[in-house]
């Protein structure tokens, strides 16, 4: 009888699709695949460390997309929830896709289909909203810096859209809940790994790091935000539901709401 396996990646999702790849090509028997440093032991299993490999991410990537681009969207989406076990059942969605020649990944009757399915739109709300959400401030090193702190690690998923809208201007969004950041130098995006000591949020006492012209800004903008509101036509419970409360911190127009 085949001994399974445990499976250990860097936390990437290259990485996850690599050990995708090894246990297809060596036929493993997973058990498990878990990121480094989270790893805990089976009683019946032992660990196999997947080294990253991008060609071999890409064969899997590729693959996929070949049997629905819809499919692979969601595999992406949902191992950015960040939820538990996420990897093992992704790893099990992807050989039920590459099993079949049929439309199986549509089939929302399966629970892990549904399931996945249900974890990417979520994902990709939280990512509409910080790209609507981000409020960038400019600091004495003509950098544009926003703080995020989404319940998903989107990031990812947002980069495109900032360089995009802004293309002229250097920027830097920062994930406190994972403490790393996207970093345009007007040429292209970079990850980088950050530990601030200190957290900026869109409250009224001043920071050192911002420009005076900025406050300036900000006060401008508060005071429009606040002059449009009609108190008597407010819908809080809506208001709420389109602009959670726990973004309203990073919301230079919420200063007062903090």
Known sequence: MKNSKTLIYDGSFNGFLTAVFIAFEEKIEVAD????????????????TIFTNVSKAKRVWNGVRCKSHNAISNIYFAFLSEAEGIEPMLFNYIKMIMATATRKQLDFSDETVLYISQLARKVGREKHRMEAFVRFQLTKD?????????????????????RNRYADQQWLIYDVKRKYGIYYNLERVELISLDLSEIHFNRTNKSKTFTE??????????????????????????????????????????????
């Open 33 to 48: 695949i878990q990121k480094n440093g989270q790893a805990q032991n089976g009683l019946f299993s032992e660990s196999e």
């Open 142 to 162: 003509d950098i544009y810096f926003a703080n995020i702190e989404p319940d998903f690690d989107v990031l990812p998923l947002v980069s495109k859209h900032f």
């Open 213 to 258: 012209g900025e406050y300036d800004y900000q006060a401008l903008w508060n005071n429009y935000f606040q002059s449009t509101n009609i108190k008597s036509r407010i819908n809080r419970k809506l208001h709420t539901q389109h602009v959670p409360r726990r973004y309203w911190k990073y919301l230079s127009e919420k200063k007062e709401a903090v």
